[in-house]
C-alpha cells in the first residue's frame, strides 16, 4: 500500500498524460485541481471537500476519486498549481533577483489568501514549487556564500512574505466571515479611542492626532525594502558571520 506521501509525490511528479487532441475530457486532473482552486478562491480552504469540487464540476464525489485519491492529495496538487502561476526568479543582480522572487510571491498570496493556511503544514512539494525554490537559490549563488548561508537569505526574505501575507489573509477571511472590511471595523469602535489619551498612550496619541495611523506606508514594500537592507549589510560584510544553530539541550 501507498502512504499518502508516495502518492502525493507520484501525482505531482508523474501527473498522468493527457489527450492534445479530440475532445477535451469530461473530467481529469487537471479540471478537478483547476476547479478546487475555484472553490479555495472564493469561499475558502476551509469550505473545500471532495463534494463541493465535484459540484462544481456537475459530477458525483465518486467520480473525482479516478484522477485524485483524496482531499490530502488534492490541496498538494492545487499548491503546486498556484506556484505555477508565478514566474522563476531571473539571473541577474541578486536584490533585483530577490525582489523579484518576494513580489511573485506577494502577488501568488493575495490571489490566493488560502495558500497561508497550507504553508504551515506539511505539504509534499511539486515541480513547480520547487524549480522556483531553485531559481531563487540561483539569484544569490554567485556571493560567495556558503550553501546554509544562500539558503537562510531566500528563507529570510520568504518570512517576511509569508508574514505579511498571513496578516493579509486573516484580514480576508475575516471579511468573508463577518462581512464588515477591516476599516469599517476599526471605524466601529469609537469608543476605544476614547482612552487614547495622552496620560495613558502617550507616544500612541500623538501618532493619532498627528495623522499616523492614517497615512500608513505600505507594509509590504517597506518591509520588503528593509529587509534587502538588511541582507546586503551581510552579504557585503567583509568578515560576515556565520551563525550555527545551538545545539538542543
Known sequence: ???????????????????????????SQSRVVEAAIKVADADGIDALTMRRVAETLGNTAMSLYRHVPGKSELLDL?????????????????????EFFARQVWAMYRAHPWMLQLTTSRRMPGP????????AYAAVSELGLASEEIVAVVTTVSHFVDGVGRTMADRVQAERETGVSEEDWWDGHEALWEHFTPDRLPMMTHIWN???????????????????????????????PLVRPQACL
Open 1 to 27: 500500500m501507498k502512504s499518502d506521501r508516495d502518492r502525493s509525490v507520484r501525482l505531482l511528479w508523474e501527473p498522468p498524460a493527457e489527450p492534445t487532441r479530440g475532445p477535451k475530457a469530461a473530467l
Open 78 to 98: 492545487m499548491v503546486d498549481a498556484v506556484w505555477g502561476e508565478t514566474e522563476p526568479t531571473p539571473k541577474g543582480p541578486w536584490r533585483a533577483g530577490l
Open 128 to 135: 513547480h514549487a520547487m524549480t522556483r525554490q531553485d531559481a
Open 210 to 240: 498627528s495623522g499616523g495611523f492614517e497615512r500608513l506606508l505600505d507594509e509590504f514594500e517597506f518591509g520588503l525594502a528593509r529587509v534587502l537592507d538588511g541582507l546586503a549589510v551581510f552579504i557585503e560584510s567583509e568578515e560576515r
